[in-house]
Protein backbone atom coordinates (compact mmCIF):
# COMPACT_ATOMS: atom_id res chain seq x y z
CA UNK A 1 0.00 0.00 0.00
CA UNK A 2 0.76 3.43 -0.73
CA UNK A 3 0.24 6.72 1.42
CA UNK A 4 -1.38 9.35 -1.02
CA UNK A 5 -2.62 12.53 -0.19
CA UNK A 6 -4.91 14.52 -2.92
CA UNK A 7 -7.26 17.69 -2.71
CA UNK A 8 -10.51 16.85 -4.25
CA UNK A 9 -13.14 19.15 -4.44
CA UNK A 10 -11.49 20.96 -1.89
CA UNK A 11 -11.53 18.73 0.75
CA UNK A 12 -8.34 16.50 1.29
CA UNK A 13 -7.70 13.21 1.41
CA UNK A 14 -5.19 10.90 2.55
CA UNK A 15 -5.56 7.17 1.99
CA UNK A 16 -3.22 4.33 1.77
CA UNK A 17 -3.88 2.57 -1.38
CA UNK A 18 -2.46 -0.14 -3.88
CA UNK A 19 -0.17 1.07 -6.27
CA UNK A 20 -2.19 -0.11 -9.16
CA UNK A 21 -5.53 1.51 -7.84
CA UNK A 22 -6.73 3.68 -10.65
CA UNK A 23 -7.49 7.23 -9.80
CA UNK A 24 -11.46 7.03 -10.83
CA UNK A 25 -11.51 3.61 -8.65
CA UNK A 26 -9.93 5.86 -6.02
CA UNK A 27 -12.71 8.48 -6.40
CA UNK A 28 -15.74 6.44 -6.63
CA UNK A 29 -14.75 4.00 -3.78
CA UNK A 30 -12.28 5.49 -1.16
CA UNK A 31 -13.33 9.08 -1.85
CA UNK A 32 -17.02 8.77 -2.86
CA UNK A 33 -17.23 10.60 -5.50
CA UNK A 34 -19.88 8.62 -7.58
CA UNK A 35 -20.89 11.55 -9.76
CA UNK A 36 -17.33 10.27 -12.28
CA UNK A 37 -19.02 7.37 -14.09
CA UNK A 38 -17.00 4.80 -15.31
CA UNK A 39 -17.82 4.19 -19.24
CA UNK A 40 -15.65 2.09 -20.84
CA UNK A 41 -13.13 -0.41 -20.46
CA UNK A 42 -10.62 0.64 -22.45
CA UNK A 43 -9.71 4.85 -21.73
CA UNK A 44 -11.80 6.02 -24.89
CA UNK A 45 -15.43 7.31 -23.55
CA UNK A 46 -13.88 10.24 -21.65
CA UNK A 47 -16.87 9.85 -18.96
CA UNK A 48 -14.65 9.45 -16.26
CA UNK A 49 -13.06 13.36 -16.93
CA UNK A 50 -11.89 14.97 -14.28
CA UNK A 51 -9.54 18.16 -14.15
CA UNK A 52 -6.16 17.44 -12.42
CA UNK A 53 -4.27 20.17 -11.85
CA UNK A 54 -6.75 22.44 -13.80
CA UNK A 55 -6.48 20.00 -16.72
CA UNK A 56 -8.68 17.73 -18.28
CA UNK A 57 -7.44 13.86 -17.78
CA UNK A 58 -9.18 10.58 -18.49
CA UNK A 59 -8.72 9.71 -14.49
CA UNK A 60 -9.56 5.67 -15.73
CA UNK A 61 -6.05 6.44 -17.04
CA UNK A 62 -4.46 7.72 -14.06
CA UNK A 63 -3.01 5.96 -11.53
CA UNK A 64 -4.37 7.07 -8.09
CA UNK A 65 -1.04 7.03 -6.62
CA UNK A 66 -0.24 9.56 -10.00
CA UNK A 67 -2.47 12.09 -8.35
CA UNK A 68 -0.46 12.19 -4.83
CA UNK A 69 0.35 15.57 -3.96
CA UNK A 70 -2.24 17.13 -6.32
CA UNK A 71 -5.69 19.40 -7.02
CA UNK A 72 -8.89 16.97 -8.23
CA UNK A 73 -11.75 18.37 -9.37
CA UNK A 74 -14.70 16.30 -10.44
CA UNK A 75 -18.21 17.16 -12.08
CA UNK A 76 -19.29 17.20 -7.80
CA UNK A 77 -16.84 20.28 -7.43
CA UNK A 78 -17.82 22.30 -10.40
CA UNK A 79 -21.07 24.08 -9.08
CA UNK A 80 -20.30 26.56 -6.11
CA UNK A 81 -23.22 27.94 -4.19
CA UNK A 82 -24.78 27.68 -7.90
CA UNK A 83 -24.54 25.55 -10.70
CA UNK A 84 -21.44 25.99 -13.01
CA UNK A 85 -22.24 27.70 -16.31
CA UNK A 86 -21.55 24.70 -17.94
CA UNK A 87 -23.91 22.98 -16.15
CA UNK A 88 -26.85 25.30 -16.70
CA UNK A 89 -26.29 25.61 -19.73
CA UNK A 90 -26.43 21.78 -20.36
CA UNK A 91 -29.63 21.71 -18.48
CA UNK A 92 -31.03 24.55 -20.63
CA UNK A 93 -29.71 23.36 -24.43
CA UNK A 94 -31.16 19.62 -23.18
CA UNK A 95 -27.74 18.81 -23.68
CA UNK A 96 -28.17 14.78 -22.44
CA UNK A 97 -30.07 12.25 -22.88
CA UNK A 98 -29.20 9.20 -20.37
CA UNK A 99 -26.50 11.54 -18.86
CA UNK A 100 -23.67 8.85 -18.55
CA UNK A 101 -21.32 10.93 -20.87
CA UNK A 102 -22.24 14.28 -19.22
CA UNK A 103 -20.23 15.02 -16.22
CA UNK A 104 -16.80 14.10 -18.29
CA UNK A 105 -18.36 16.51 -21.09
CA UNK A 106 -18.80 19.19 -18.86
CA UNK A 107 -15.57 18.57 -17.56
CA UNK A 108 -14.04 18.85 -20.50
CA UNK A 109 -15.69 21.53 -21.86
CA UNK A 110 -14.07 23.65 -18.84
CA UNK A 111 -10.80 23.07 -19.41
CA UNK A 112 -11.53 23.68 -23.18
CA UNK A 113 -12.92 27.00 -22.20
CA UNK A 114 -10.54 28.07 -19.66
CA UNK A 115 -8.09 27.71 -22.54
CA UNK A 116 -9.99 29.18 -25.17
CA UNK A 117 -13.16 31.57 -23.99
CA UNK A 118 -14.58 31.77 -27.05
CA UNK A 119 -14.02 28.79 -28.95
CA UNK A 120 -15.89 28.42 -32.52
CA UNK A 121 -18.09 25.48 -33.12
CA UNK A 122 -15.14 23.63 -34.71
CA UNK A 123 -12.70 24.01 -31.77
CA UNK A 124 -15.20 22.74 -29.69
CA UNK A 125 -16.10 19.81 -31.32
CA UNK A 126 -12.30 19.28 -31.52
CA UNK A 127 -11.59 20.37 -28.14
CA UNK A 128 -14.37 17.41 -26.82
CA UNK A 129 -13.49 14.67 -29.54
CA UNK A 130 -11.87 12.33 -26.65
CA UNK A 131 -15.37 12.41 -25.02
CA UNK A 132 -17.85 10.06 -26.77
CA UNK A 133 -21.81 10.68 -26.38
CA UNK A 134 -24.32 7.55 -27.61
CA UNK A 135 -27.43 9.26 -27.24
CA UNK A 136 -27.68 13.14 -28.13
CA UNK A 137 -25.79 13.59 -31.78
CA UNK A 138 -23.70 15.89 -30.15
CA UNK A 139 -25.58 19.34 -31.71
CA UNK A 140 -27.18 20.45 -28.31
CA UNK A 141 -23.98 19.85 -26.63
CA UNK A 142 -21.90 22.24 -29.21
CA UNK A 143 -24.54 24.46 -28.38
CA UNK A 144 -24.52 24.15 -24.53
CA UNK A 145 -20.79 25.28 -24.78
CA UNK A 146 -20.96 27.97 -27.10
CA UNK A 147 -24.08 29.19 -23.99
CA UNK A 148 -22.01 28.82 -21.57
CA UNK A 149 -18.77 30.56 -23.42
CA UNK A 150 -21.41 33.59 -23.86
CA UNK A 151 -22.25 33.67 -20.13
CA UNK A 152 -20.15 36.76 -18.52
CA UNK A 153 -19.58 34.38 -15.23
CA UNK A 154 -18.16 31.36 -17.20
CA UNK A 155 -14.67 32.28 -16.44
CA UNK A 156 -14.82 33.32 -13.02
CA UNK A 157 -17.10 30.46 -12.04
CA UNK A 158 -15.62 28.70 -8.68
CA UNK A 159 -13.79 25.20 -9.67
CA UNK A 160 -13.56 23.84 -5.89
CA UNK A 161 -15.54 23.79 -2.93
CA UNK A 162 -14.59 24.21 0.83
CA UNK A 163 -11.57 22.68 2.05
CA UNK A 164 -11.51 20.30 5.00
CA UNK A 165 -9.19 17.38 6.12
CA UNK A 166 -10.11 13.56 5.72
CA UNK A 167 -8.61 10.30 6.15
FE1 LIG B 1 -12.42 6.45 -18.69
FE2 LIG B 1 -14.12 5.49 -20.55
S1 LIG B 1 -14.19 5.23 -18.36
S2 LIG B 1 -12.37 6.78 -20.82
FE1 LIG C 1 -26.25 9.42 -23.15
FE2 LIG C 1 -24.37 11.22 -23.80
S1 LIG C 1 -26.38 11.61 -23.06
S2 LIG C 1 -24.16 9.07 -23.65
Known sequence: MTK???TVDGTIYTDDVEPRMLLVH???EVVGK?????GCDTSNCGAC?????????????????Q?????????????GSELHPLQRAF???????CGYCTPGMIIAAADLLRDNP?????QIRQGLEGNLCRCTGYSNIVRAVQRAADAESVGTASVTTGAGVTS
Open 4 to 6: ITV
Open 26 to 28: YLR
Open 34 to 38: TGTPI
Open 49 to 65: TVLMEGVSVKSCSVLAV
Open 67 to 79: ADGTDVTTIEGLA
Open 91 to 97: HEEHALQ
Open 118 to 122: HPTEQ
